[in-house]
């Protein structure tokens, strides 16, 4: 059962008439509407069930609605828009029917620039939301905006728009439709740009007015045409005239229908403060248009711009500027750019592909809502997250993804240092590390609870961290968990009565551990440990790919840095040892810079801190170097290290990055974990940081440049992506689900 307000118009009115009459073809649907008008008989012709109930009295309606939910008996009970969800909101509790709504806008922006309706239908909409069961965003960015505001990661599900794609056919004569439409006389040359919006707050016109008014003087055959009507008109006007731009812009007033509008149009615009995944781009795209559009909702998963769109910030009408008349000087851009977003869109946000992910959502929403209040189903992760460590941000990543890929309907708890953080980035639910009661009721609901990965079993950074710990894995095992260390490493544990106590428990609560290496497995066997099944398998963050090409593109040119340059990459960290080292690790880089032309370039593992011996390294160089000064997510800095010639490391995980993506590397020992990585891959390039000199480094520098060592690099990834398979394979034993067919057998 789809509910609507019923005056739904502009994207939101398309995106519930493509979805309801998709899934009509498939499942029986009822689409409820609290308004009769053009959208409910639009939707009873194309052959929907609609009923309309036209109640002002919200517990009347609430009334009706029922009645109706007991006949039509939904599975589903499927909200859009304000007056839908309070209308859910008040059912919900009588019906055992899951309530979902899907997020088209940014419910506090929805009545910007009017503040009666802002703090009446917007303030009742923000508190309706609260009481459903789940919650759709319209795209990643819309979902991020939820868990920021306090949503369970856990009762989320994203869509996308989507239509269908078939390019317009036949003569089209856009001089004589806009002469006749508009009223507006187009010449020889000129090029158009359009854009459709209801002219509103949130809609930012007067950032496409001043964007394109500073074009005119690149690009003076630009025209603009604003398709729509709002309160911001006289406004919008006034400022035309102000900018003396007049007589190139066109108001055309509310178009329908719009695709010969965007049929005129060389260049589809798009400048609003917040959208989710806007129609009025995928009509444009349809029609054939070259898009630019601020950087809002969707758009950067629809649009890699310099490929096949461009994105400006948010208000940037000086950047918007730049890229019309680049577009406008350009018609062979504006073609490839066309050609390309509409071969990506006709892929990936097609109607039939919106459908699918819908009902996706739905057999989701179904398993959790059915599933038995008290059944341990769930997954508790803990490890060193939340502190900013770019290695163990990837390794909570890598187990997320791993544990998703095994079963996408169970929850996933994890312990973080800052949970607020690891909801956003995760979309998991995230509990404070050391929050004793709070990790205690996790356990009494979960099946399964994950130990690392990482090295989190050492006394050498701290004694409490390794009592907490081994304290987790007897309190996990005696609330009912099956336990499990994952791709992680053991020790040093120097101190004897550490080394007893992490023996007795390990053997006593684990049931089993995978090790990212084999001088792990040897310190559990000098430990004593046998009880626990035990594998030798690979770091979890071997299975992470690296970002796009062109977001990797964007990120080094962020920096400074020429994306097809050739580099040598450092991963440094502050360190005992490390004072004598520096001028050694400088002679070096200078070294890779005159003889084999490879500029230095520092990527932080852990932000900002590791940026501290990069500099300290740079002012020793007599070279040019680059350093990554913003914190990046965990693939672009895999893409980043990636693009390197050889890897030189001192940083753990700055060498398993590179090592996974077949790049050469370089260790800078400081501990028994990266003598046992290195060691793993069979690499014999490894130097003890504590005896680093320049001549040594400088002729491993040499043999990884040289390509002697491409075949054992290719190899060696090839090997770790098999062998960390092992991880899940455990894990699916320990949650008696068969990898291979999906089924539920008989755990461990």
């Known amino acids: 059962m789809h509910v609507m307000g019923g005056g739904d118009v502009g994207g939101a009115k398309t995106h519930i008439m493509n979805m309801v009459t998709g899934l009509a073809e498939r499942n029986a649907v009822m689409l409820l509407s609290f308004h009769a008008g053009p959208f409910a008989d639009e939707a009873a012709e194309r052959g929907i069930d609609v009923r309309v109930i036209e109640r002002h009295n919200p517990f009347r309606a609430a009334r009706a609605m029922r009645g109706l939910i007991d006949e039509f008996q939904p599975d589903i009970i499927h909200c859009h828009g304000g007056r839908a969800n309070l209308m859910g909101a008040m059912v919900r509790r009588s019906r055992s029917v899951p309530v979902i709504t899907t997020v088209h806008s940014d419910y506090k922006l929805d009545y910007l ?26 795209a990643d960015r819309m979902a991020r ?23 317009p056919e036949g003569p089209f004569d856009r001089a004589a439709y806009l002469k006749e439409t508009f009223g507006a006389s187009i010449e020889e040359g000129d090029v158009t740009c359009g854009i459709a919006a209801r002219l509103t707050a949130v809609k930012d016109i007067a950032t496409t007015v001043r964007g394109f008014a500073e074009a005119l003087k690149e690009a003076p055959r630009l025209r603009l045409f604003i398709a729509g009507d709002g309160e911001d008109l006289p406004m919008l006007k006034k400022l035309c005239a102000e900018l003396r731009v007049s007589e ?16 005129a149009m060389d260049i589809n615009l798009l400048s609003s403060v917040s959208e989710t995944f806007p129609y009025s781009i995928l009509e444009g795209v349809c029609a054939g248009c070259a898009t630019i559009c601020s950087d809002v909702g969707g758009m950067p998963e629809l649009i890699d711009t310099g490929e096949n769109g461009y994105i400006f910030s948010v208000g940037d009408h000086e ?20 050609d390309a977003l509409y071969e990506k869109a006709a892929r990936d946000f097609s109607r039939a592909r919106m459908c699918e992910r819908q009902e996706e959502n739905y057999r989701h929403v179904l398993h959790r809502f059915r599933r038995p209040k008290d059944a341990r189903e769930g997954i508790v992760i803990c490890g060193a997250y939340g502190r900013g460590n770019a290695g163990d941000d990837a390794i909570l990543k890598a187990i997320v993804q791993e544990m998703r890929e095994l079963d996408p309907d169970r929850a996933i708890c994890v312990m973080s240092r800052r949970p607020r953080e690891t909801r956003l980035v995760y979309r998991t639910s995230s509990i404070y590390t050391f929050h004793v009661f709070k990790v205690l009721a996790r356990f009494r609901r979960a099946a399964l609870y994950i130990n690392g990965g990482g090295s989190l079993m050492q006394d050498v950074t701290s004694n409490r961290s390794l009592w907490y710990y081994l304290y987790t894995l007897r309190a996990a095992k ?25 023996a007795r428990t390990i053997d006593a609560y684990v049931d089993r551990i995978t090790l990212r290496d084999e001088n792990s497995r040897r310190e559990l066997d ?18 992470l790919d690296p970002a796009p090409r062109e977001v990797v593109n964007i990120a080094l040119e962020q920096s400074g840095i020429d994306p097809q340059g050739k580099y040598i990459g450092f991963g440094l ?6 004072e004598a080292a520096l001028p050694e690790i400088a002679a070096a880089a200078n070294y890779a810079y005159e003889k084999h032309g490879l500029t230095p370039v520092f990527v932080p593992i852990e932000f900002p801190s590791d940026l501290i011996p990069a500099d300290r390294v740079g002012a020793l160089l007599k070279c040019p170097f680059y350093a990554v000064r913003t914190r990046l997510p965990i693939e672009t800095t895999i893409g980043i290290l990636a693009r390197m010639k050889v890897v030189a490391g001192i940083r753990l995980h700055a060498l398993m990055f590179s090592a996974g993506q077949g790049v050469p590397v370089v260790g800078m020992s400081y501990d028994v974990k990266v003598d046992g990585f290195l060691k793993y891959i069979g690499s014999r390039t490894c130097l003890q940081l504590s005896s680093v000199r320049a001549d040594a480094l400088c002729a491993l520098i040499d043999e990884c440049v040289s390509g002697e060592l491409s075949g054992q690099v290719r190899s060696s990834a090839a090997l770790l992506r098999e062998r960390e398979q092992e991880n899940s394979r455990g894990a699916a034993l320990l949650l008696g689900i068969d990898r291979d067919g999906g089924k539920n057998v008989q755990s461990e």
Request: aromatic share 12%; hydrophobic share 40%; proline share 7%.
């Open 113 to 138: 620039g009017n503040p009666l309706k802002q703090h009446t239908f917007g303030a009742a909409n923000a508190v309706a939301l609260r009481f459903l069961d789940f919650y759709q965003p319209v």
């Open 145 to 167: 905006t939820l868990i920021e505001r306090g949503f369970d990661p856990e009762r989320i599900v994203k869509i996308y728009n989507g239509m269908d794609f078939q390019k």
């Open 248 to 263: 190139r812009v066109t108001f055309c007033g509310w178009v329908s229908p719009v695709e010969p509008f965007f049929r």
């Open 319 to 338: 950047q918007l500027a730049r890229y019309m008349a680049k577009l406008a000087n350009d018609p062979a851009l504006r073609q490839s750019f066309a």
């Open 478 to 502: 005696k609330h009912g968990c099956k336990v499990m260390m994952y791709g992680c490493g053991i020790g040093p544990i120097n101190r004897p009565h550490n080394r007893r106590m992490a």
């Open 526 to 543: 000098t430990m004593g440990v046998t009880r626990p099944n035990i594998l030798v398998s690979a770091d979890p963050t071997i299975i």
């Open 573 to 578: 960290r502050s360190w005992k040892g490390l």
